[in-house]
């Protein structure tokens, strides 16, 4: 008797403790598990002309005006993407130096630069050296066809067409490629012709003891539309 006693009051346990779980069971919150991703062409891989290096060469000091800018002028380079198929891309930059560019440069630059599309070229002593615009001489080339439009987007997806002379944003925001009416050329090879435009602070702002290195840097990346 007492066994069956026992046995049973252990039943009856297991039926409270039941009673107790399920309304919290049925109470219970929700999850949900997405799983994403993209399928994309194999890599392509950019290429600057002259690996990366735009160099102005030695500036004797004594040539720089004490109160004004010195405008360096204008040297070329290239971005090259090579893909292994046909695919559509685009590019951005990004100033590794953004925060040192001199405004005021704006004087020799063009004055209708805005603060994005000046470049630093890094600090002396707390001054920035001077400042540097990054442009698309022309539209890029797809496959050796010259494109008629330069298309520019802030998401990447919304394309339209960028007007007049093309300065590149060092922020990043924005993104640019070649094609006509919104649709980017698709290609296994495209040449990005850049121009490098440079302009040094005033004298009287800088250290005149010492070397002065201009240390401009920005990073273009691919983007895939």
């Not at 107790?20 to 891989?45: D, E, F, H, M």
Request: a positive charge; one cysteine or more; proline letters at 6%.
């Amino acid at each position: 008797m007492c066994v069956h006693v026992k046995a049973r009051r252990r039943l009856l346990s297991g039926v409270v403790l039941c009673s107790l779980a399920c309304p919290l069971l049925a109470q219970a919150q929700s999850a949900v598990l997405r799983v994403t991703g993209r399928i994309v062409p194999g890599s392509c891989v950019p290429e600057l002309t002259g690996g990366g290096n735009v160099d102005f060469g030695d500036i004797p000091a004594t040539t720089l005006p004490r109160t004004g800018y010195t405008d360096l002028g204008t040297r070329q380079t290239a971005l090259k993407v090579q893909c292994p198929l046909p695919t559509t891309t685009a590019i951005r930059i990004t100033d590794e130096h953004a925060g040192t560019q001199v405004d005021a440069a704006r004087a020799v630059l063009g004055s209708t630069l805005a603060t994005s599309q000046l470049f630093g070229l890094g600090r002396a002593e707390g001054a920035g050296v001077g400042a540097y615009p990054v442009r698309l001489t022309t539209p890029a080339t797809v496959d050796g066809k010259a494109q008629p439009q330069t298309l520019v987007s802030p998401d990447g997806k919304q394309w339209a067409t960028a007007q007049g002379t093309v300065y590149l944003d060092g922020s990043g925001a924005q993104a640019y490629a070649a094609g006509q009416r919104a649709a980017i050329a698709r290609g296994k090879t495209m040449l990005y012709p850049l121009t490098v435009h440079a302009a040094l602070n005033r004298a009287d702002a800088l250290p005149q003891d010492k070397v002065i290195g201009l240390a401009g840097q920005a990073t273009l990346e691919l983007v895939y539309p």
